[in-house]
């Protein structure tokens, strides 16, 4: 896994609440059996018309917005497990997706695949949504370090579990973690009375 | 000490080891797999020379990309036929167990593993599905996850979690005639909204689970994610226990003895203390459809849909062509779904082919019925319920997860609506521009015979 340190960049805003999964990436693009490719459908159906066009309207179709930062409305990635939501959106380019709230297993998903979701109150998401469209070229900072996103509405100190912070800053996954365990793994199989 | 939840127990039986400030290592029973979301951690496992740790609690079934018609046949869609040719290839290679297409325990990922007594009570389970939360109907932690934890479950038969909050759903009372799990749920998601559940693990309590078949209580906590808890528990009680036995992969005499004493023991204590709870009241549920497009967008059919400021909700009828304030009775509807893990099981068979015997289906309504398995099939035929949707003008189709998600050729074209007895009506699910209401299978069933949406309180009546 690439390891997080320090990011500062633009954003692109994308103020719809309840992302589902389906969204980020449509079901008939879940037939590959590698991890390629993804990047390029993501977002697929808002993104083109049932031809291929581009969705001029669609911000991803909109040269003012760019850069590796997706500020999203709330509740981003409910629906399914499907990873590949997770490999769409890294694949696309993003390594950030700033939301007020995120679908447990799509938080997962993105922290096991380098991606960092980072969660704002419903007011600062506003602002920052607000601020991103007046002004596209806006760069946010963000420290994994301190914990902290800088933007112009204001310094935030976001939440993120100690273990996988010290993962994202190593580029470690949990594979690592759990192999190193396999004898203490092997003595509970051994205990189990049931 | 306040006692413990049913979840607690089960969770706490499981924790391996713990993390100093970080997440807990919690061992995983039993692990179900299929073609879409473990190719790729087979081969992360093999680009790290990693063996499989224990194939032999694992197993596999083709579902989400298989066709409905013809399943003796080679897959035509090349694409589809390659991943599950690369799960036969794979369960193969790690020695795992894999009921594909044809086998006669072939079906639906979640219908399958309960049906054969592969799931029971007080186990952990996991799937690359996020419809696994299925299996706590069982009093089971049963919960989805993505391909990099299936290949750390593939890798240590753990996972690194961090233990969720508790959450408890209360329904009591009686529920009026016609009022289905199905609805039951639908209700609760309405009412407390998409992500209530977010961050939480869910245990359904109250004399309307209890009363509930196993069929019944696995469609309530399939939907469980719909309203973003990771899973759903209800407690193991005798209806639980009557339903293991006996099945192909239950415990045995001596061992059977021993593990009921086990499961005994589960159910939440009485002084245990939840994070959240909701308490609603049975007689307030009626028969429900969605009118937008998330499960949490639910009104019951007689209903009209909220007229309200807000964007999420003008955005969502945008898409679904339904305006604010309006009733869904007597809308024309061209499709109808009678599958998917949330009700494809027998029981829901039987509640739609005792609707629809003696009667005809609209001319207008292309129905796809897709039994949840091979043995639901098989059962069905048993029971004769195929007759009598034959006669009323009805065709089954071939077991697997089918229109739910349009992985394969059953999609619904565009700008039409399907009343599904699916869990997800999100944007483009069913189809590209697909419009999904969701509902029972009475509701479906009784769609299906009129060509609209009906108020089947009254036809009932």
Same mark, same amino acid.
């Given at each position: ?6 990011l ?12 589902d ?6 079901a008939?693009? +879940?037939?590959?059996?590698d991890?390629?490719?993804?990047g390029?459908n ?7 018309? &049932? ?18 930062? +997706? ?5 981003f990635?409910?629906g399914?497990?499907?990873? &590949?939501a997770?490999?769409a959106?890294?694949?696309?380019g ?10 447990d ?5 993105a ?6 979701p980072?969660?704002?109150?419903p007011e ?11 002004k596209?070229d ?16 204001g ?6 579990d ?27 199989e051994r205990?189990q009375?049931f | 000490m306040?006692?413990?939840?049913l979840?607690?127990k089960?969770?706490d039986a ?12 919690l061992?995983?029973?039993?692990h ?5 979301t473990?190719?790729?951690?087979? $081969?992360e496992?093999?680009e790290?020379g ?6 032999d609690q694992?197993?596999?079934t083709?579902?989400h990309n ?13 694409? #589809?036929?390659?991943?599950?040719? @690369?799960? #036969?290839?794979?369960?193969e290679?790690? =020695? ?17 593993a ?7 009570p007080?186990m ?10 299925t299996h706590?109907?069982? %009093?089971?932690?049963?919960f989805g ?6 290949a ?7 996972l ?7 959450l408890?759903v209360n ?9 289905l799990?199905k ?6 998601i ?6 209530? %559940?977010? =961050? ?12 509930m ?9 399939n ?9 759903g528990?209800?407690?193991?009680? @005798? ?9 192909e992969?239950a ?10 004493a086990?499961?005994?023991?589960l ?37 009209n849909?909220?007229?309200k ?16 304030g309006e009733?869904l009775i007597?809308k ?10 949330t009700n494809s099981?027998i029981?829901?068979f039987?509640?739609a082919?005792?609707f ?6 609209a001319?207008?309504?292309?129905a796809?019925?897709?039994?949840g ?6 059962q069905?035929?048993a029971?004769?319920?195929?007759k009598?949707?034959t ?9 697997g997860? $089918? ?6 050729d059953d999609?619904i074209?565009?700008?039409e ?8 009506n999100?944007? %483009?699910? @069913?189809?590209?521009?697909a ?13 299906a015979?009129s ?5 089947i309180?009254?036809q009932?009546?």
């Amino acid at each position: 896994m690439e390891k997080f340190i320090k990011l500062t960049d633009t954003a692109v805003p994308l103020p719809i609440e309840n992302i589902d999964t389906d969204q980020i990436i449509p079901a008939r693009f +879940l037939k590959s059996t590698d991890k390629q490719g993804f990047g390029d459908n993501v977002f697929r159906d808002w993104r083109f018309d &049932h031809e291929g066009n581009k969705n001029e309207n669609f911000v991803l179709n909109d040269d003012m917005y760019s850069g590796s930062i +997706l500020v999203a409305g709330d509740n981003f990635g409910c629906g399914s497990s499907r990873e &590949h939501a997770a490999w769409a959106i890294a694949g696309y380019g993003f390594k950030v997706v700033i939301s007020s709230f995120f679908a447990d297993i799509f938080r997962g998903n993105a922290l096991n695949n380098g991606i960092l979701p980072i969660q704002v109150t419903p007011e600062y998401l506003k602002s920052l949504l607000d601020v991103i469209k007046e002004k596209p070229d806006t760069q946010l900072t963000i420290n994994l370090e301190d914990q902290e996103l800088s933007s112009p509405v204001g310094e935030l100190e976001f939440e993120i579990d100690p273990y996988k912070k010290v993962c994202m800053i190593n580029g470690y996954d949990d594979i690592d973690f759990l192999i190193s365990k396999k004898e203490t793994i092997e003595a509970f199989e051994r205990e189990q009375t049931f | 000490m306040a006692g413990k939840t049913l979840f607690d127990k089960v969770w706490d039986a499981h924790v391996v080891d713990t993390v100093p400030n970080g997440p807990q290592v919690l061992y995983i029973d039993k692990h179900l797999i299929h073609e879409v979301t473990s190719p790729q951690a087979f $081969s992360e496992l093999e680009e790290r020379g990693i063996p499989v740790a224990r194939p032999d609690q694992i197993v596999a079934t083709a579902d989400h990309n298989t066709p409905t018609v013809d399943q003796h046949l080679p897959v035509r869609d090349l694409l #589809s036929r390659n991943q599950l040719k @690369q799960l #036969s290839d794979n369960c193969e290679k790690h =020695g795992i167990t894999l009921y594909g297409l044809g086998h006669k325990y072939n079906g639906i990922v979640h219908v399958m593993a309960p049906e054969l007594g592969i799931t029971q009570p007080g186990m952990t389970m996991v799937c690359g599905d996020s419809h696994t939360s299925t299996h706590g109907a069982f %009093g089971t932690i049963a919960f989805g996850i993505g391909t990099s934890q299936v290949a750390q479950v593939f890798a240590s038969q753990c996972l690194l979690l961090t233990k969720p909050k508790s959450l408890r759903v209360n329904v009591t009372g009686k529920l009026k005639p016609n009022v289905l799990p199905k609805d039951v749920i639908l209700y609760v998601i309405s009412q407390i909204g998409t992500n209530a %559940g977010t =961050g939480y693990f869910c245990e359904y309590a109250g004399n309307i689970f209890e009363e509930m078949s196993m069929e019944g209580r696995m469609t309530v906590c399939n939907m469980s994610i719909e309203m973003g808890a990771r899973g759903g528990m209800i407690a193991p009680d @005798q209806t639980t226990f009557d339903y293991v036995k006996g099945r192909e992969f239950a415990p045995e005499q001596a061992e059977w003895d021993k593990k009921l004493a086990y499961w005994k023991t589960l159910p939440t204590d009485a002084d245990a203390v939840f994070d959240k709870e909701y308490s609603f009241d049975a007689a307030d549920i009626e028969p429900m459809i969605t009118y937008g497009t998330n499960p949490g967008m639910g009104i019951k059919v007689t209903g009209n849909i909220p007229d309200k400021e807000d964007v999420n909700l003008e955005k969502a009828l945008a898409y679904m062509n339904f305006k604010k304030g309006e009733s869904l009775i007597d809308k024309p509807i061209n499709y109808v779904f009678i599958g998917s893990c949330t009700n494809s099981r027998i029981e829901d068979f039987r509640i739609a082919a005792n609707f629809v015997k003696g009667k005809q289906k609209a001319a207008n309504v292309n129905a796809w019925l897709v039994p949840g398995s091979q043995q639901v099939a098989k059962q069905l035929i048993a029971e004769g319920l195929d007759k009598i949707f034959t006669e009323a003008g009805f065709a089954l189709r071939q077991p697997g997860c $089918s229109a739910c998600l349009a992985m394969n050729d059953d999609k619904i074209p565009e700008g039409e609506y399907c009343v599904s007895t699916s869990n997800r009506n999100f944007e %483009g699910r @069913q189809g590209q521009g697909a419009r999904t209401i969701l509902a029972s299978p009475l509701m479906a069933a009784a769609t299906a015979v009129s060509g609209k949406i009906t108020d089947i309180t009254k036809q009932l009546n």
